[in-house]
């Protein structure tokens, strides 16, 4: 199984985001679908059974981590792969630290793991011959990570789709009041 590790924004977010883009960007070349909006913290690759199991097993055993609030709020866009993106100007220790804590264990459960500075990111548009100009309106979404998720990548003839496989919860934050 080809597999990632992400977040999903919210069904709200996803909405306001596809609105946001049909407004603020011209006609570009392949839009993602909202259903397919994510934001990566560990790219694994082609799994094995053994790996997924392996992997599933050390998420579920790992000291919970806590939610975060993901901010998308900057355009980039990356040549190479020709994406168009939405990405974080500051991007959350906590999700930080949880991207990094996923890739640890995903080495751990056999997996090799590309190694690349993390970049919290949300693509928008793929196949885009070059880098378009700037959004009519800044991006400006965000919402609260309470989970994260076991996707699997499936080609179809209708395009990429990424399908939940497993799901964590994220412990919300407890702060007293003194």
Known sequence: MRAFLGLEPDAKTKLAIDAWRNKALPDLAEFVPPANYHITLAFLGQLSLRQQDNLQQLIDDMK?????KVSLDTV???PKPKALWLGCQQTASKHL????????LAQ????????RDY????T?????????PAPLIDPQFSWLAQDFHLYESLSTPKG????????WRLVPNISRAR
Do not use: D
Request: net charge positive.
């Open 64 to 68: 919970e981590p806590c939610q975060f």
């Open 119 to 122: 970049q919290a990111h949300l």
């Open 124 to 132: 928008l548009v793929r196949k885009c011959a070059a880098n378009p």
């Open 76 to 78: 980039g866009y990356w």
């Open 160 to 167: 990429v789709t990424y399908v939940i496989r497993n799901s």
């Open 108 to 115: 751990g459960a056999g997996i090799s793991m590309l190694k």
């Open 97 to 104: 630290s949880l991207a990094t804590q996923l890739t640890t």
